[in-house]
C-alpha cells in the first residue's frame, strides 16, 4: 500500500462511510477485532486531522478498542460487500468472524487492518465520551435510535496515516 496525507484523499467521506461502509478494527492483547460502521465522520478538531466514529456499548469491538491506543478504520470496494454484511450480524465473541469472512489481517506497526482494503486510516485516539439522552434536541431523532438507551460511545481519532491501493 501507499502512504498520502488527509489531504491526498480524493474519496467523498459521505460515499466512504455511508455507502461503501468501513470496518473499525483493533487489537486487545494478541486478538484482533472489527465491526462494521455506517456512522461517523472526518474533519478538523483541535488543529488535528481527525475521524468521528460511533460505537454501541454492547458490541465486542469495543472492547479492543478501548484497549488500545490506536486503531484502523479500512474501507472496500463493493466486491466485499457480502464479507462487510457478514461481519457486521456476527459478533467475535461467537466464532472466528475474521477468518470465516476470509479477510487477511496485516499491521501498520501494532495497529491491525486488512490486506484486502483499497483504504485505510491509522488513528490515534483522542477523546471518547458516551453520548447523553438529554443532550438530543431532537427528542424524536433519539427514541427512533434509542428504543433501548443504548447510547454510542464517541470516538475522536487523530488520523495518523493514510494507506491506499
Known sequence: MNTI?????QRSVFTMIGKDWLLITAKKGNQVNTMTAS????????NKQVAFLFI???RYTKEFVD??????????????????SYLGTVSGRDEDKIKKANLHITFDEDTPYFEEANTVLIGRKLFTQQLDKEGFLNHELRDSNY???DYH???VVEIEK????
Open 67 to 84: 484497549a488500545s491506543d490506536t486503531l484502523s478504520l479500512s474501507f472496500y470496494d463493493e466486491s466485499y460487500r457480502k464479507q462487510l
Open 153 to 155: 460511545w464517541v470516538y
Open 162 to 165: 493514510v494507506l491506499t491501493k
Open 39 to 46: 456512522w461517523g465522520g472526518m474533519g478538523i478538531l483541535w
Open 147 to 149: 428504543p433501548n438507551d
Open 56 to 58: 454501541r456499548p454492547q
Open 5 to 9: 496525507t488527509p489531504e491526498q484523499l
